[in-house]
């Protein structure tokens, strides 16, 4: 009996310990600065929509993240998004899954399916008791991640649920048939897991062929899918990119001077119904460590909404633009040389005649940080603005 009482000791002082491991202690005072200065990326609007900043896909401490809900909400509020989704683990909390498993109780399974049983909505509860409690004007999406072992079925999130514990099935098509039938979105997540191929196995081309894919992630991370850009164009999927954090943004992002991965949304308004829409018109450009990727007509569209090009000179050889950048994106310019546009400022660029009809040329430009097609960067032509 004694050693029984040891056994459980150990068991409730490993239990404390992993839980004191499992959150950063970072966590803590990222809680206590919620009222910091956010950072915000200025965006145009582009054909009359706003560009909303939304992470589709991040992980708190009820499955294997390390920061809780309130502090995921707050780190995207100070990372300047407009839009987050909290997608834990539908089938593993693995902090409490690895403890458990060096328990050789003979009901050890009863305690680790009890301990392991977590409710999605609740954790979305918490997430907006934050929102709340800071008056952050964001949108939360109800999400989860369906996270089969197998490499053939993968990851996908399931989004923009009314019930995120409804939602699951052990059969995963099942569970995306049951995510549609909320009005959910399922997005395919980090499409070349383990596998170092992002063609589809037999279980997407069944799930795809059933038209229950409406998106896919072109960017997990920091990791760039170039061919499910062209799968996504074919298919008519939208394309997304998210962090999918599991630690903090700041380590991976803020320390090298970057915004975080995140899914630009041409939407009407910071709606439930809106930002949806907007996803399933595939209106959204995914944005990582500088680039941005997307269909080409809204590559096009944003270009020109983020520069204002005026033409300030003209000689008999030459014309010379004042390109101007509003945004907060870097946008690498090629036209015989680079020109890097900071955000924010302008450049005189003096563009000659054509050679062979000896027509003034256009102010048209390779964009080097923007992909619209299997490693292929547009080529846009600015609208000289009056
Ligand atoms: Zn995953
Ligand atoms: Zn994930």
Redesign the pocket.
Known sequence: MKRLFLTLALVVLSISTITAQKQVPHATSLAKQAKANRTEIVLPQVKGYNCYKGDF???TTY?DGRLNPAARVIEAWLDGLDIVAI???YEHHSGVRNMLKTISMKDSTVIHYRMAKVSHNKIHEEAVAQLKKSGFPMLLVKGG?I?RKPEDVG?F?LLFLSDIDAAFDEDPAEAFRKAKAQGGIVMH??PAWRRNTSDKTEFHEQVYGEGLVDGVEVV?GTTFYPHIVNRCIDEKLAMFA?T?E?YLTEQRYGAVGRFRTMTIVLANELTEESVKEAILNRRTIAYSGGSLVGEEMWLNEFLNAAVDCRLTQVSEDSRMFRLTNNSSITLTLIKNRPYILEPFKSLLISIGRDKNSGEYQTPTFVVENMWHANYQHPKIELTIDE
């Open positions: 896909h991040v992980h499955s997608t834990d683990h991640e996270t990851h999130n997540n980090h997990n998210n999918d599991h």
